[in-house]
Nanobody, 122 residues
């Protein structure tokens, strides 16, 4: 699976962005999908995951209630809607694919895409 994230940019605190991750190659709907982020000088961290059919989702505590993960299997795309953004959300956001939701929740991903930078100004 080839993955490409897009939609990042500069936004003020309290603003919103929607990231997209387009997939190609293998059957997108066979995979659970996840979003991860890496801030400067920090390790990569899990943000959110969604099952292959979209019926199950999981979020990091730091983004619960603010971020929403969704997918459109007809468009081979997974989204991350980010509301009420905070400066600490500044990071490179990447999407990844896993064969199972359990693996995605453990950050045990099979395929990774290049990220998109999100910068939140205070």
């Amino acid at each position: 699976v080839q993955l490409q994230a897009s939609g990042g940019g500069l936004v003020q605190a309290g603003g919103s962005l929607r990231l997209s991750c387009a997939a190609s190659g293998r059957t997108f709907s066979n995979y659970a999908m996840g979003w991860f982020r890496q801030a400067p000088g920090k390790e990569r961290e899990f943000v959110a995951a969604i099952s292959w059919g979209g019926g199950s989702t999981d979020y990091a505590d730091s983004v619960k209630g603010r971020f929403t993960i969704s997918r459109d299997n007809a468009k081979n795309t997974v989204y991350l809607k980010m509301n009420d953004l905070k400066p600490e959300d500044t990071a490179v956001y990447s999407c990844a694919a896993a064969l199972t939701m359990g693996a995605a929740m453990r950050s045990d991903m099979d395929y990774w895409g290049k990220g998109t930078l999100v910068t939140v100004s205070s």
